[in-house]
């Protein structure tokens, strides 16, 4: 088992920054690949970055690219999603997830391969 908990969410002007972290815990000692979703209200959940074990793959949904960078710290079984240029469109809960994984390269996508979920951390973008 797993076990992600979310942090950094807020209240921030469009235009402004914020950075989120999401720290493992549990069974760290496997390779996790490792990535941020977002879901607003009432709207499906959405990808927004991922990141390979190695930290040499990132992905990034087009809404965001350029504005957010995802990375991580296997040190401390940590990743950070750094958000820059905040819109309001961008005001969603933000979940990290993992996905257990051998290839170091490898980046996903899809919710549905990921294997264990954060909480959440609520980002809200005013105008």
């Known amino acids: 088992q797993v076990q992600l908990v979310e942090s950094g969410g807020g209240l921030v002007q469009a235009g402004g920054s914020l950075r989120l972290s999401c720290a493992a815990s549990?069974?760290?000692?496997?390779?996790?690949?490792m990535c941020w979703f977002r879901q607003a209200l009432g709207k499906e959940r959405e990808f927004v970055a991922a990141?390979?074990?190695?930290?040499?793959?990132?992905h990034y949904a087009d809404s965001v690219k350029g504005r957010f960078t995802i990375s991580r710290d296997n040190t401390r079984n940590t990743v950070y999603l750094q958000m820059d240029s905040l819109k309001p469109e961008d005001t969603a809960v933000y979940y990290c997830?993992?996905?257990?994984?051998?290839?170091?390269?490898?980046?996903?996508?899809?919710?549905?391969?990921?294997?264990?979920w954060g909480q959440g951390t609520q980002v809200t973008v005013s105008s």
């Open positions: 997830a993992s996905l257990r994984t051998l290839n170091r390269a490898s980046i996903a996508t899809n919710r549905n391969q990921y294997d264990y």
């Open positions: 549990g069974r760290t000692d496997s390779s996790y690949v």
């Open positions: 990141i390979s074990i190695s930290g040499t793959n990132r």
